[in-house]
């Protein structure tokens, strides 16, 4: 059996993380993660519209990425900071989405619980996060890298609930489902 959960979760790695080392381009451009959600989400055991509407959104968004990620490589600034805010704010919308068509996956299951608590903790800190690091540009300068970093603090905690989440669906389908 394909492994849907590991292709979502290498999804929100490679849009969380930003790795641009000494000024170069993030090696781990996020058009790639939204194409493994792409992916993971076609591998869901679903034929709900949910499901059709999520992966055209992802597709929608990969390619939006891939212009955000080409304006950063080429050094141009025509989309600026603006872009990538607009970016991360669609990123916390298809994440609603996400968790929207795994509620209804997993509904009437053991995993619906957690797929809730999950889902009310991720988007309330990925949420603060961005309202954070959105109006830490009204602050003073000698503050607004620290208010920056308390928002990307909070946008981490939530990754982890997230990859968590991801492990648990993992190991449940892992012994629930017949090998094959």
């Given amino acids: 059996m394909k492994k849907p959960y590991e292709y979502i979760v290498n999804g929100v790695s490679f849009v969380y993380m930003d790795l641009s080392p000494f000024g170069l381009p993030d090696i781990l451009p996020d058009f790639i993660g939204y194409l493994s959600f792409v992916y993971g989400i076609h591998l869901l055991p679903s034929f709900h519209n949910l499901k059709r ?15 955000v990620e080409l304006d950063q490589w080429l050094g141009y600034k025509i989309l600026g900071d603006i872009g ?50 959105a109006f830490s540009m009204n602050v003073e300068e000698s503050m607004r890298e620290n208010v ?26 892992k012994y629930s489902m017949p090998s094959q």
């Fill in 53 to 67: 509407w999520t992966k055209t959104f992802a597709i929608i968004l990969a390619v939006l990425s891939f212009f």
């Fill in 84 to 133: 990538i805010q607009f970016m991360q704010f669609l990123f916390i919308i298809f994440m609603y989405c996400v968790f929207q068509l795994l509620l209804h996956i997993h509904y009437n299951k053991p995993l619906e619980a957690k797929t809730f608590k999950t889902y009310q903790t991720y988007i309330a800190l990925m949420l603060c996060g961005f309202v954070i690091q």
């Fill in 148 to 173: 920056h970093f308390i928002g990307s603090v909070l946008q981490l905690v939530a990754y982890f609930f997230f990859v968590f989440y991801f492990r648990a669906c993992h190991k449940y389908y």
